[in-house]
């Protein structure tokens, strides 16, 4: 059809895509509904053609996408709406491919795009079409062969299936579900299960504005610290082989020196850090801030989890490389 075509009507069906994307996910969690939700994305690529149609399915993308990514709006207010922009993308591009190539090319179509997006910009594999099935314990059990990539094929070839109208791919479709049933009936019995650790995690509930205002106001800080502390001792009643405290627990006064062999400054939130174990005598995970310096000039910056055992050393650290886009970071901000 030519763009002069695109009528209103049709004009909705990517924002029905939108409704039925986003209600398959949390927190209406309505998985079922993945089976069917890009069916009007489908039946849009039939219909609509010309660049009107690609903004169109672009605008019904990021709506969706951005009331998915809607919760990031605690930490950063703008980040939905760039979410949304960005994922929209994809869901242009899959109408388009799909409108070049013909509806029985989707799942290839929308798992490739999944892929790209799980790994471009340091990759965004959140709200993939297979996580929609993780109540579905029996159907997931194909992740052991191609990963949730393998789940997110199948769910899009239902929906292919249902467009494509032909018996046999139907019927196809069919026996590649009761084909997954099937298999995850006999996996599932053959899992030997083992009960593991026992790992309490911490939960403050502490509003971003809150966490940030502490590093203005020292004895904000200490107030959210306090918080953290006192859950713990709950928690360690509990007799936990592990504590886990939240990503950017502390967000000041932890200082790594690059001088000489290095080390850790000695400090009152330093002192703070080590607390939690030493009083309760079971390891922590903590997650902080941390700044690295260098003849006292800041080096670096970063988001890192330590480990810290009983006696209060840090035995184990782990520094966030995987930031998210467009929320965490801008990509090529420096150079746009």
Do not use: Q
């Given at each position: 059809?030519?763009?002069?075509?695109?009528?209103?009507?049709?004009?909705?069906?990517?924002?029905?895509?939108?409704?039925?994307?986003?209600?398959?996910?949390?927190?209406?969690?309505?998985?079922?509904?993945?089976?069917?939700?890009?069916?009007?994305?489908?039946?849009?690529?039939?219909?609509?053609?010309?660049?009107?149609?690609?903004?169109?399915?672009?605008?019904?993308?990021?709506?969706?996408?951005?009331?998915a990514f809607f919760w990031v709006r605690y930490t950063v207010p703008a980040a939905p709406y760039l979410l949304g922009l960005y994922m929209g993308l994809y869901v242009a591009l899959f109408t388009s491919l799909v409108r070049r190539f013909g509806a029985m090319w989707a799942p290839a179509a929308w798992v490739a795009l999944e892929y790209v997006r799980g790994y471009l910009f340091t990759g965004l594999p959140w709200f993939l079409v297979g996580y929609t099935q993780h109540d579905s314990l029996h159907l997931i059990q194909i992740a052991d062969l191609g990963g949730v990539w393998g789940v997110s094929l199948l769910v899009v070839f239902v929906n292919a299936a249902l467009?494509?109208?032909?018996?046999?791919?139907?019927?196809?479709?069919a026996?590649?579900?009761?084909?997954?049933?099937?298999?995850?009936?006999?996996?599932?019995?053959?899992?030997?299960?083992a009960d593991g650790p026992k790992v309490a995690v911490v939960q403050p509930n502490i509003p971003q504005d809150i966490k940030l205002m502490g590093l203005e106001k020292p004895q904000q800080a200490v107030e959210n610290y306090r918080k953290h502390?006192?859950?713990?001792?709950?928690?360690?009643?509990?007799?936990?082989?592990?504590?886990?405290?939240?990503?950017?627990s502390i967000y000041r006064g932890i200082?790594?020196?690059?001088?000489?062999?290095?080390?850790?400054?000695e400090t009152s939130w330093m002192r703070r850090l080590v607390a939690p174990p030493r009083e309760t005598g079971i390891p922590h995970v903590i997650g902080i801030l941390v700044m690295e310096d260098r003849n006292g000039d800041l080096v670096s910056f970063t988001n890192s989890a330590v480990l810290i055992d009983p006696e209060g050393r840090i035995t184990g650290r782990f520094n966030k490389v995987h930031r998210v886009p467009f929320s965490e970071y801008v990509p090529y901000a420096d150079t746009i």
């Open positions: 059809m030519t763009e002069a075509k695109l009528t209103w009507k049709v004009a909705l069906l990517p924002f029905l895509f939108a409704l039925l994307f986003w209600a398959s996910f949390h927190p209406l969690n309505l998985g079922f509904l993945g089976y069917v939700a890009l069916v009007p994305l489908l039946v849009y690529a039939r219909l609509a053609s010309g660049k009107k149609a690609f903004f169109v399915a672009w605008l019904g993308g990021a709506v969706g996408c951005a009331a467009v494509d109208g032909r018996r046999a791919v139907r019927w196809a479709a026996g590649a579900l009761a084909a997954a049933y099937l298999y995850g009936a006999i996996r599932l019995g053959t899992i030997e299960l502390l006192d859950l713990s001792l709950e928690a360690a009643k509990e007799k936990p082989d592990l504590i886990v405290w939240p990503e950017a200082v790594k020196s690059l001088d000489g062999e290095g080390g850790w400054r």
